[in-house]
């Protein structure tokens, strides 16, 4: 019945703000098309039928409408009635409803249905498909925006201090047996005690959500069998995903969203969402229609100059999105200030973010979505982390995005892993990943913690993958194993390595806490993969994309406790010592008073590395001082503080090494606290001193604090 009143009174409404806003009586709409000559709002009842009103009034190309009475859980969409010239970038089709682009709540899935297309699928002309899609794809619903956040405030932790936990939704809650079934998999999962504290005794204090913005499960993959589980398949960038919800998905999911943001920041951690601004879920000029392209396709889509008809794709799933156009980069920064000022969260990282920055061809560090960003008083304060590349030429650009801006280290996540399997060569670059990677972000303004350092992520093997297969096992996704990456970084057990069982597995073990070690004493902001931590497999599918299912899923019933409880106890020692988490750069050279250089790298002989030293390809084994005197930082009442010095030894080769310790001058006593070689942190160990030689295990570190005279 207020379906029906509505229909008799439409009022003009406003153009802005553009989707559906609710003010406690009514419903504003409104829609950007540039190309539309009638747009019809499609409302819907509670038994589906479908109601339509043309919007009366359009404004600078948005075209909007008032509903008195139409109130949160109205299910609605659009018709766009304009011209239909694929050949001239032009694919309106009103017997299509299109999906909202600033619906905040999306209901249900698309059913792969030939009325979802423009053309007839098996018609090598593409004439004209004129069949209603309304029964076969999703609605947009209108939301209710009142939510008690309480005291909410954000944990506004630093960047040096931030330690990330990449997680998926569904893959961390949904086997977990302390989470009630129903919300397994849920953000309410997420938002559980039993979560909640896991990530707390952890230690992380930020959680990196895998696209939580509504996405599809593309046909190619239900036809087998197969679902979108990682999500990067984006069609609602103010919707969070619907099937998350445990409570509904007629704008229940958003109440749950919010909820577990609320929950996550009273327990001190911040919520990072991973956002696909890149493309959308509508594919190439053969994909379905489901929202943008039957808007305005040449408005959003980067469109091939000499064939209007097809598509540019610098992300490799047919479209990329047309960041030149202003009414693309303004639903962007809408969709980017709503998850902040509606719903929280703590920062983004954006895939393939090299994409967001072509204004024609190359990657420009000074296109209009970083300037946009960097002038916008809300998201300049979040925290911004790229994926700094994508797969178009030039689309490599490690160390090369803005100040504001953190990156994944694609390099430091490539030398870590080649050194620790022994390859040659490597110790200058491991070196300055090391210590911040330097040379990718000190001359742009930046500091050591615009690197976002890893070993793996969602994209690859797991740590217990990494360092147990010769090559990827991708057979359940349909492709002949063709797709994923051929990571030739994975640990080889091969001729070099042993070949008794117990030592492979004792060798796989002592990798797995080089590994995370040298993550979480490294400069720069480190990021854990979920279930890294306690030995997480994914049977070798390093591309696992499609698998919602156990693949994926963390097995909570066979979690590696000893392997957690390393981890936990590293990144507590992380948290403690200041020193491994610096704001600014090593010199090179003594400061704060101190005698002694603030870093300095050793050979096994006990004395500094120099030229021939580095250029030693050779050479295995490797020490580097931190000095804890030219660190200095303050307590509560504001006085400084001197962190303790450390010296780290690594050895990356096949055999035994012993290693001298440095001259007295760089310390008269040291203890040993931390060995991958017996197994993790030692309780107490006897006291060293200079020149006293240390028997290194191969494929191990050694972690050594100096002590006070005193001690």
Same mark, same amino acid.
């Given at each position: 019945?207020?379906? %029906?009143?509505?229909? #008799?009174? %439409?009022?003009?409404?406003?153009?802005?703000?553009?989707?559906?806003?609710?003010?406690?009586?009514?419903?504003?709409?409104?829609? =950007?098309?540039?190309?539309?000559?009638?747009?019809?709002?499609?409302? =819907?009842?509670?038994?589906?039928?479908?109601?339509?009103?043309?919007?009366?009034?359009?404004?600078?190309?948005?075209?909007?409408?008032?509903?008195?009475?139409?109130?949160?859980?109205?299910?609605?969409?659009?018709?766009?009635?304009?011209?239909?010239?694929?050949?001239?970038?032009?694919?309106?089709?009103?017997?299509?409803?299109?999906?909202?682009?600033?619906?905040?709540?999306?209901?249900?899935?698309?059913?792969?249905?030939?009325?979802?297309?423009?053309?007839?699928?098996?018609?090598?002309?593409?004439?004209?498909?004129?069949?209603?899609?309304?029964?076969?794809?999703?609605?947009?619903?209108?939301?209710?925006?009142?939510?008690?956040?309480?005291?909410?405030?954000?944990?506004?932790?630093?960047?040096?201090?931030?330690?990330?936990?990449?997680?998926?939704?569904?893959?961390?809650?949904?086997?977990?047996?302390? *989470?009630?079934?129903? !919300?397994?998999?849920?953000?309410?999962?997420?938002?559980?005690?039993?979560?909640?504290?896991?990530?707390?005794?952890?230690?992380?204090?930020?959680?990196?959500?895998?696209?939580?913005? #509504?996405?599809?499960?593309?046909?190619?993959?239900?036809?087998?069998?197969?679902?979108?589980?990682?999500?990067?398949?984006?069609?609602?960038?103010?919707a969070p995903h619907n099937e998350y919800s445990s409570r509904g998905q007629a704008g229940q999911q958003v109440q749950e969203f919010k909820q577990m943001v609320k929950n996550l920041h009273s327990a001190g951690v911040e919520v990072i969402l991973d956002v696909v601004y890149n493309h959308t879920a509508?594919?190439?000029?053969?994909?379905?229609?489901?929202?943008?392209?039957?808007?305005?396709?040449?408005?959003?889509?980067? +469109?091939?100059?000499?064939?209007?008809?097809?598509?540019?794709?610098?992300?490799?799933?047919?479209?990329?999105?047309?960041?030149?156009?202003?009414?693309? /980069? #303004?639903?962007?920064?809408?969709?980017?200030?709503?998850?902040?000022?509606?719903?929280?969260?703590?920062?983004?990282?954006?895939?393939?973010?090299?994409?967001?920055?072509?204004?024609?061809?190359?990657?420009?560090?000074?296109?209009?979505?970083?300037?946009?960003?960097?002038?916008?008083?809300?998201?300049?304060?979040?925290? +911004?982390?790229?994926?700094?590349?994508?797969?178009?030429?030039?689309?490599?650009?490690?160390?090369?995005?803005?100040?504001?801006?953190?990156?994944?280290?694609?390099?430091?996540?490539?030398?870590?892993?080649?050194?620790?399997?022994?390859?040659?060569?490597? /110790?200058?670059?491991?070196?300055?990943?090391?210590?911040?990677?330097?040379?990718?972000?000190?001359?742009?303004?930046?500091?050591?913690?615009?690197?976002?350092?890893?070993?793996?992520?969602?994209?690859?093997?797991?740590?217990?993958?990494?360092?147990?297969?010769?090559?990827?096992?991708?057979?359940?996704?349909?492709?002949?194993? $063709?797709?994923?990456?051929?990571?030739?970084?994975?640990?080889?057990?091969?001729?070099?390595?042993?070949?008794?069982?117990?030592?492979?597995?004792? $060798?796989?073990?002592?990798?797995?806490?080089?590994?995370?070690?040298?993550?979480?004493?490294?400069?720069?902001?480190?990021?854990?993969?979920?279930?890294?931590?306690?030995?997480?497999? #994914?049977?070798?599918?390093?591309?696992?994309?499609?698998?919602?299912?156990?693949?994926?899923?963390?097995?909570?019933?066979?979690?590696?406790?000893?392997?957690?409880?390393?981890?936990?106890?590293?990144?507590?020692?992380?948290?403690?010592?200041? %020193?491994?988490?610096?704001?600014?750069?090593?010199?090179?050279?003594?400061?704060?008073?101190s005698k002694v250089n603030d870093i300095a790298w050793f050979e096994p002989r006990g004395i500094q590395m120099h030229a021939d030293s580095w250029a030693n390809g050779l050479l295995q084994s490797i020490g580097v001082f931190l000095n804890g005197e030219a660190f200095r930082y303050p307590d509560l009442?504001?006085?400084?503080?001197?962190?303790?010095?450390?010296? !780290?030894?690594?050895?990356?080769?096949?055999?035994?090494?012993?290693?001298?310790?440095?001259?007295?001058?760089?310390?008269?006593?040291?203890?040993?606290?931390?060995?991958?070689?017996?197994?993790? =942190? *030692?309780?107490?160990?006897?006291?060293?001193?200079?020149?006293?030689e240390i028997p290194l295990k191969d494929h191990s570190m050694l972690l050594f604090r100096r002590l006070y005279e005193e001690e």
């Amino acid at each position: 019945m207020k379906t %029906v009143m509505a229909l #008799q009174q %439409v009022h003009p409404g406003k153009a802005y703000p553009l989707g559906a806003t609710y003010d406690g009586f009514g419903t504003n709409f409104s829609i =950007f098309s540039s190309v539309a000559q009638r747009v019809e709002l499609c409302l =819907f009842n509670e038994a589906g039928k479908e109601f339509r009103i043309d919007l009366p009034e359009v404004t600078a190309y948005c075209w909007h409408g008032y509903l008195p009475h139409v109130q949160p859980g109205q299910r609605y969409g659009f018709r766009i009635h304009g011209p239909w010239a694929p050949e001239k970038g032009h694919r309106c089709n009103p017997s299509k409803l299109l999906i909202d682009p600033y619906a905040k709540a999306i209901e249900g899935t698309v059913k792969w249905d030939e009325s979802v297309y423009s053309h007839y699928c098996n018609d090598p002309e593409r004439l004209l498909n004129e069949e209603d899609s309304a029964p076969f794809v999703p609605r947009a619903v209108v939301t209710n925006p009142y939510f008690n956040w309480d005291n909410d405030r954000p944990p506004g932790v630093p960047l040096h201090e931030t330690i990330i936990y990449e997680m998926h939704i569904k893959g961390f809650t949904c086997r977990h047996p302390g *989470i009630p079934p129903h !919300i397994r998999g849920t953000y309410a999962g997420i938002s559980h005690s039993a979560a909640i504290e896991y990530l707390n005794r952890l230690g992380v204090n930020a959680v990196e959500l895998m696209p939580v913005h #509504q996405f599809i499960h593309d046909y190619r993959l239900v036809r087998q069998g197969l679902r979108n589980y990682w999500g990067y398949n984006s069609i609602g960038y103010l919707a969070p995903h619907n099937e998350y919800s445990s409570r509904g998905q007629a704008g229940q999911q958003v109440q749950e969203f919010k909820q577990m943001v609320k929950n996550l920041h009273s327990a001190g951690v911040e919520v990072i969402l991973d956002v696909v601004y890149n493309h959308t879920a509508e594919g190439d000029h053969s994909g379905p229609t489901l929202s943008f392209r039957g808007i305005d396709n040449a408005a959003y889509y980067r +469109l091939d100059e000499n064939n209007p008809g097809l598509y540019k794709d610098y992300t490799g799933t047919g479209n990329s999105m047309n960041m030149r156009h202003p009414h693309v /980069l #303004q639903l962007i920064m809408d969709s980017l200030r709503y998850w902040v000022l509606e719903m929280h969260v703590d920062g983004f990282r954006f895939d393939l973010a090299s994409a967001l920055a072509r204004e024609l061809h190359d990657v420009d560090r000074l296109s209009a979505f970083f300037d946009i960003i960097q002038q916008d008083p809300i998201i300049s304060q979040v925290k +911004l982390i790229a994926e700094p590349w994508d797969i178009g030429e030039g689309g490599y650009q490690v160390g090369n995005f803005p100040p504001l801006w953190s990156e994944w280290n694609g390099k430091y996540r490539d030398c870590i892993r080649d050194f620790w399997r022994g390859r040659d060569q490597i /110790l200058t670059e491991f070196a300055r990943r090391f210590s911040g990677s330097s040379d990718l972000y000190e001359t742009t303004g930046r500091r050591p913690y615009a690197s976002v350092n890893f070993i793996t992520a969602h994209d690859g093997f797991t740590l217990a993958d990494l360092v147990s297969y010769n090559r990827k096992h991708n057979e359940d996704n349909c492709e002949n194993c $063709l797709d994923g990456t051929d990571d030739n970084r994975s640990w080889n057990c091969g001729a070099e390595g042993p070949t008794d069982i117990h030592a492979i597995i004792s $060798l796989r073990q002592r990798q797995k806490k080089n590994f995370l070690s040298t993550l979480f004493l490294s400069q720069g902001i480190p990021m854990l993969l979920f279930g890294d931590e306690a030995g997480r497999s #994914q049977g070798g599918n390093n591309n696992p994309y499609c698998q919602d299912n156990e693949i994926s899923w963390l097995d909570w019933s066979h979690l590696d406790v000893e392997l957690l409880d390393f981890t936990r106890e590293l990144i507590s020692f992380r948290k403690d010592h200041p %020193v491994f988490r610096k704001r600014g750069w090593f010199l090179g050279r003594p400061v704060h008073g101190s005698k002694v250089n603030d870093i300095a790298w050793f050979e096994p002989r006990g004395i500094q590395m120099h030229a021939d030293s580095w250029a030693n390809g050779l050479l295995q084994s490797i020490g580097v001082f931190l000095n804890g005197e030219a660190f200095r930082y303050p307590d509560l009442n504001g006085s400084p503080v001197v962190d303790d010095s450390f010296l !780290i030894l690594f050895n990356k080769s096949h055999e035994n090494v012993r290693f001298v310790l440095p001259s007295e001058e760089w310390g008269s006593k040291w203890k040993k606290i931390l060995d991958t070689g017996a197994g993790g =942190f *030692i309780g107490d160990s006897k006291v060293l001193r200079p020149g006293d030689e240390i028997p290194l295990k191969d494929h191990s570190m050694l972690l050594f604090r100096r002590l006070y005279e005193e001690e």
